[in-house]
Nanobody, 125 residues
Framework: QVQLVESGGGLVQAGGSLRLSCAAS????????MGWFRQAPGKEREFVAA????????YYTNSVKGRFIISRDNAKNTVYLQMNSLKAEDTAVYYC??????????????????WGQGTQVTVSS
């Protein structure tokens, strides 16, 4: 089993920044893909960004490219999502997820095995 705990959400003005953290425990994460997803009220959960834990390759959805950066700290078993130039439409609950299926980075919710509890990000305009 993998446990994921997110932190770092909050209220920020448009144009501001936040850094989300996802602490992983329970297994060696070296073969996992770690993803960030978000879900706004009344909308489906959507892919934001992902990183392969061992190789460090990354993938972003178009709406956050150039504004968000995903990274990981192997020593701390933690994945980060640095969010810059935040917009009102970034408001959502953000979830960390882990995919252990030994494949390339996926953007599909159903292909992730483990999920955190979520952290609220609210951007005021």
């Amino acid at each position: 089993q993998v446990q994921l705990v997110e932190s770092g959400g909050g209220l920020v003005q448009a144009g501001g920044s936040l850094r989300l953290s996802c602490a992983a425990s329970g297994r060696t994460m070296s073969n996992y893909v770690m993803g960030w997803f978000r879900q706004a009220p009344g909308k489906e959960r959507e892919f934001v960004a992902a990183i392969h834990w061992s190789g460090g390759s990354t993938y972003y959805t178009n709406s956050v490219k150039g504004r968000f950066i995903i990274s990981r700290d192997n020593a701390k078993n933690t994945v980060y999502l640095q969010m810059n130039s935040l917009k009102a439409e970034d408001t959502a609950v953000y979830y960390c997820a882990a995919d252990g299926a030994l494949r390339g980075i996926s953007r599909w919710v159903d292909e992730y095995d483990y999920w955190g509890q979520g952290t609220q990000v609210t951007v005021s305009s």
